[in-house]
């Protein structure tokens, strides 16, 4: 069981700490989120089916974070947080960089402003890229529901997006 | 917004994300030549694709491994699945010794359930509950009586009515 652990940890401790940083904001508290889930899931290890089991990762980091945020009772937002580490290195000119950097920030605002379940969706879909059927699976949505729902948030960004161009090139 | 604006959006998303094929892309490319507008909305759609494409992934730091690794050192908790056994088991033994089980579906009692119920430890009642149910099932099965209608759908109606005045 132990080397089941240990591969499932191995091969899914990437992706639910970026959710659940992308879900927080807060690299600190997404580690603990993380741990306490692998947590949680050695505790349950025995009773769960293989492919039952990143369903059930998902959800359970996703109510965690949820839960979170709930006691917090606010979002922090990426830009003043201080909590995340973002590192990368591209030839762009710093007008470019500058430019990507506001897009990314109001994106950020955005999905940050959308209510539940469609920022998880997003999140989870577009950011982490996990399979329909499992967000379905983790969420209790049917496949129809989880594009449904991404399609709704998806226009709100689109909105949201097409408003940030308009006042920049004013 | 119209129906019609709604499939419109979802055909552009389709096409964006890949999913369009066969006779369906073939219309919607040969429509995407001539409508301005659609070539607009596909130009938008791969904009927010490329934007969040764009967002930056994080790794884990690199002492989560060991630190995860220590939670093996201790033995799974098991308590929920012993409580669980001996409700069920203590079910199950009660039902027969009456030589009875329940005839009727209660209406689920949900008055006294917290306004609040956190989702996380909602997700772990959930689970903790069909480990219960599972146990009182395969106990029902080697008893030889079918305890699914009479024992577990009512439970599950209760939990969806939890679940429905958590939401």
Known sequence: ?170 | MGNTENWYEERVEAYVDGELAGGELRMFEARLELDPDLRASVTSARELQSALGALPRYRCPPDMAAKVARITDTEPRRWPLRVAAAIAAAGLALGLSLGEWPGSSPEPHVAAVPEEIPADELAEAREELALALAYLDKAGAAAGREVGSQWIKPVERTLAAVEGSAG
């Open chain 1, 1 to 170: 069981m132990k080397r089941r652990f240990r591969q499932l940890v191995k091969m899914h401790q990437d992706r639910l700490y970026s959710t659940a940083v992308q879900l927080l904001g807060h690299s600190g508290e997404a580690e603990e989120v993380v741990q306490d889930v692998f947590v949680k899931l050695w505790d349950h290890l025995e009773e769960l089916e293989e492919a039952r089991v990143l369903p059930w990762l998902i959800r359970v980091t996703r109510n965690a974070c949820l839960d979170l945020l709930r006691r917090r009772q606010v979002h922090l937002a990426f830009a003043v947080s201080g909590g995340v580490d973002e590192r990368h290195v591209d030839n762009s000119t710093p007008a470019e960089e500058l430019g990507r950097v506001r897009l990314r920030d109001e994106l950020r605002a955005a999905i940050d402003g959308l209510d539940e379940p469609f920022r998880s969706l997003v999140v989870l879909r577009e950011i982490e890229g996990f399979s329909y059927d499992d967000i379905g699976t983790a969420l209790k949505l049917n496949e129809s529901q989880v594009k449904v729902y991404l399609h709704r948030a998806r226009r709100k960004l689109r909105e949201r997006l097409q408003e940030f161009k308009v006042s920049d090139d004013g």
